[in-house]
């Protein structure tokens, strides 16, 4: 999947870069978990941004299918930084809740408020209608290997079984064939989105440059996950905050704001097809590549995760993947759709922020 964030400007963004001594300060000093929380997560937005600025400037020294390749594996590096730590922490749970919150809230909030912003500005726009198909057969399939074996590991055994393991891990592999099935079909067709871009809109960055802000916003970002999951774990434990509603809502806001802003000033440019793509391409690459690469890396550190969600998990992302199909099958979009979108994102919300 293309990064998004090279439509960002970085200036503005830079502002937040104060979080960052901010967030060590609070470490060192030992301020109240809500306030580490807050710096962390502020910090981590102007950083996921340079990371895609970084990843679109490396794209653009090399070949094409390299670049396709590199902006696949970088597109959630800040969300797949965090999961990684949090599995480290042992929040297995946070980490299956922030895989649907990202789903859900690509599908949902992003493109419907993308929908909201163009339509009312632009009134009807279209997109490509079989692109949208694809995506939706897709959006579909990944369903489906998340459905699997949360239905049939009861079965087979106990969550923490070896066998119920191996089954994860099994569909882990598919899933992330199926992923780059994907991404070697893209880098075959020629699909009029890849030439939306113009040259202003890429980094002005050289090799070299790019190389040495993807490193030092990465390790940035490795610092921060760390102070923002250990004060989310002190919220958990003495505030009552649901381990489910930071995953589900606030982790995935956290490490795509600025591709979510991407999405929607697309969208507000009568550049729908973008929009769409960025949306839609992010959920697949969190379903298809993120998830299952989560379930190795899992192995690794030493706290197995499986591929088995709960039944809220699985109503939200069938619901989600069903009503932007609908909403999209058709090429056009209204600033009422995206309001349908909207709706059903809030009432999720509620529903998870009340969950005990």
Do not use: C
């Not at 390749?69 to 922490?89: M, Q, S």
Request: aromatic letters at 8%.
């Amino acid at each position: 999947m293309r990064s998004a964030i090279t439509y960002l400007k970085a200036q503005p963004l830079a502002l937040l870069l104060i979080a960052l001594p901010l967030t060590l300060a609070g470490e060192l000093l030992h301020w109240p978990p809500p306030v580490v929380f807050v710096l962390a997560a502020l910090g981590v937005v102007p950083l996921a941004a340079y990371i895609g600025q970084a990843t679109e400037a490396l794209a653009a020294h090399t070949s094409p299918r390299l670049g396709a390749l590199l902006n696949a594996t970088l597109g959630n590096a800040a969300e797949l930084i965090i999961t990684i730590v949090a599995i480290r922490a042992g929040l297995l749970d946070l980490v299956k809740a922030s895989i649907t919150g990202s789903i859900i809230g690509n599908l949902l909030l992003v493109l419907g408020f993308a929908m909201v912003v163009g339509g009312v500005k632009n009134g009807l726009q279209t997109f490509d209608r079989r692109q949208a198909g694809l995506n939706a057969t897709l959006l579909f399939l990944a369903v489906v290997a998340l459905l699997v074996p949360s239905s049939l590991s009861h079965y087979i055994g106990p969550d923490t079984s070896v066998r119920v393991e191996a089954f994860s891990l099994g569909v882990a592999v598919v899933m992330m064939v199926l992923y780059g099935l994907g991404l070697l079909a893209a880098s075959w067709s020629d699909s009029p989105i890849s030439h939306t871009l113009g040259e202003s809109d890429l980094p002005k960055w050289s090799m070299r440059q790019a190389v040495v802000v993807l490193v030092a916003a990465t390790l940035s970002i490795v610092f921060l996950s760390e102070a923002l999951v250990g004060a989310a774990e002190a919220l958990i434990a003495s505030f009552g905050v649901s381990e489910f509603f930071l995953g589900i809502i606030l982790i995935p806001l956290i490490g795509n704001v600025a591709e979510h802003f991407v999405a929607v000033t697309m969208a507000a440019r009568n550049k729908m097809d973008l929009s769409v793509e960025i949306a839609v391409s992010s959920s697949l690459q969190i379903a298809l590549f993120v998830a299952p690469l989560l379930v190795f890396v899992s192995l690794a550190v030493g706290n197995p995760l499986t591929l088995i969600f709960n039944q809220f998990e699985l109503l939200a992302i069938m619901v989600a993947v069903i009503i932007a199909a609908l909403v999209s099958s058709d090429g056009e979009s209204t600033w009422l759709e995206g309001s349908a979108l909207l709706a059903v994102y809030v009432i999720f919300a509620l529903g998870f922020f009340l969950l005990p």
